[in-house]
């Protein structure tokens, strides 16, 4: 791969300057559009480093939290719409290069943890820390309480009901690779399903959650 590219504006948005352009521009290349040499292997590495960085901020500034809600707070820190949020502020989505249309939520979200995986090789894991402190950061100090997402509270509440666990089927996937679009189903013992569209399986089953949560009363609907 040829780094013939200078990405001077994201550079200036990660506020870092990297002595290998190629490494950057593997991390923004999706395999849509290059099958051979693309950012599938920094996104795993990207995911360990950024596990590894929250874990560390979610201990120092929660001293006094068991594991279980620290591992809500991390949870939440390292889903796939934090990192997408996270990597369209930085403009990383604008920087993708793919095949068709615009890069959307989750391939949004795979380059940001291949592009910190791109900080960290380049840089070090200083630097890679560096910008998670100064993205996530202010995420974990938005709440004194651990988040609750609507899986655990569905699950929450269909044991404590003696209904066993929420049972989660797949239903459909439609669209193209880099494009897809899930259908889950979810069902609690005696109780109507509840079905959801999300553009990956996890996105989906919160949704199918957060659906039948409202039809039990258990929460409104927005």
Known sequence: MTADRSYSALQASLDYSFEDLAILQR????SSA???????RLEFLGDR???LAVAELLLDNFPNENEGDIGRR?????RAETLTQIGRAVGIDGSISLAGSTANDGIVADATEAVIAALYIDGGYPVAARFIERHWAPLILQSDAPPRDAKTTLQE?????GLGLPK??????EGPDHEPLFTVEVTVSGREAAR???????????EAAALILVTLGVADAD
């Open 168 to 173: 989660y089927r797949d239903i459909a996937r």
């Open 34 to 40: 290059n099958f051979d040499d693309n950012n599938e």
């Open 196 to 206: 959801a569209q999300g553009n990956n399986k996890r996105a989906a089953e919160q």
């Open 49 to 51: 480093v950024l596990g």
């Open 157 to 161: 509440w269909s044991q404590a009901r």
């Open 74 to 78: 991390f949870a939440e820190l390292v």
């Open 27 to 30: 991390a923004l290349t999706h």
